[in-house]
């Protein structure tokens, strides 16, 4: 659901959510994250459901997570994804597409990942620093890819481009 948020619930409790990032109190509002994080680059996340600890001040979902910090060692990531319209299955019945249920498939993702990491003085100071980029382009369900506006012929999807840096210094 890149390029849309989406609301969750945990046993029954929605909207009472909370995201933390590197001690960060990031939610926006009650029930979502406050922006798109690039999780290639974090070193750990801890989802929990219901029943968190004296440290989650509502009933809801806690995801604590914590952004890679570089170390004694250079390393670096590189990642690239690619899905085209190609690579979709068409699953909608005739009922459904009677009725002008398109699904909403995507017609173009890919997301690129860049990330390098080490020391800037040896077991005192290290730096990590990230490029992540995606693009999200989907059917809406029951609108035509294409419609003419004003005698102009546009693509009616949803479009969605994000660019996400990431950069921490430790000491």
Not at 90 to 104: F, I, K, P, Y
Request: aromatic share 12%; no cysteine; net charge negative.
């Amino acid at each position: 659901h890149k390029s849309q948020q989406v609301g969750y619930e945990s046993f029954g409790i929605r909207n009472q959510n909370r995201v933390v990032t590197d001690n960060v109190d990031t939610t926006e509002g009650t029930g979502g994250a406050g922006f798109y994080q690039d999780f290639f680059a974090h070193e750990e996340v801890t989802v929990s459901a219901a029943g968190g600890d004296v440290a989650m001040n509502t009933p809801g979902s806690a995801l604590i997570s914590t952004i890679k910090s570089g170390g004694n060692m250079f390393k670096s990531l590189v990642h690239w994804s690619y899905e085209g319209e190609n690579f979709l299955g068409r699953n909608v019945d005739e009922a459904n597409a009677a009725r002008g249920d398109t699904g909403q498939p995507n017609i173009l993702f890919y997301e690129t990942h860049f990330d390098l990491g080490g020391p800037v003085v040896r077991d005192r100071a290290w730096f990590f620093t990230a490029y992540n980029r995606f693009k999200i382009d989907k059917i809406i369900s029951g609108v035509p890819k294409f419609s003419v506006i004003n005698g102009e012929t546009l693509q009616t999807t949803d479009l969605g481009i994000f660019n996400n840096f990431t950069a921490k210094g430790t000491y």
